[in-house]
């Protein structure tokens, strides 16, 4: 199976550091607003691509943020589950995060036989591609302008 990982920040959600919001979070349905009132909405098509996903890819998220913060956006939104192995660690270094996702998911029996890697920026590919070449970069919103191209991207690469 191919693995799919995600980045978070301007990726599946329009806030650009998750980790400066501070908890306890009121979701209300694709939305939510922390204790200080910012919002952070996950983008339109985000649910019913992780569904389709899902059934698709090993999903996992490489995430340069605090996870304490947010891992709970992802649990209130209910989008937790779909992921294996996620790191949302507080260091840029995307590689390695991917790396070590690659290592648990052999350890725990799949097989992966290949990488998609999404992200908003292009600041980690590089050190990605050295890491694990045989990982292709999708750049979001240059790539696929909504989560549905997205789809329809990974039907003809996936
Ligand atoms: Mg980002």
């Not at 998911?105 to 290949?114: F, H, I, P, Q, T």
Request: some cysteine; proline content about 4%; aromatic content about 12%.
């Amino acid at each position: 199976m191919k693995l799919l990982v995600l980045d978070l920040d301007g990726t599946l959600w329009d806030h650009e550091d998750a980790s400066r919001l501070t908890l306890p979070y009121e979701f209300h349905g694709d939305y939510l607003v922390d204790s200080t009132g910012q919002v952070l909405h996950i983008f339109p098509g985000v649910r019913e691509f992780l569904k389709w996903a899902g059934g698709r890819f090993v999903l996992s998220i490489a995430s340069w943020n605090v996870e304490e913060r947010v891992r709970p956006i992802l649990e209130g939104f209910d989008l937790w589950h779909y992921v294996r192995f996620p790191k949302i660690e507080n260091h840029p270094n995307k590689a390695d995060m991917i790396r070590r996702t690659v290592k648990e998911l052999e350890s725990a029996g799949y097989c992966v036989d290949g990488i998609i890697y999404v992200d908003d920026r292009t600041l980690h590919v590089d050190d990605v591609k050295r890491a694990l070449p045989e990982t292709r970069f999708i750049h979001m919103w240059v790539d696929a302008k909504s989560f549905e191209e997205l789809r329809e991207l990974l039907e003809r690469v996936g």
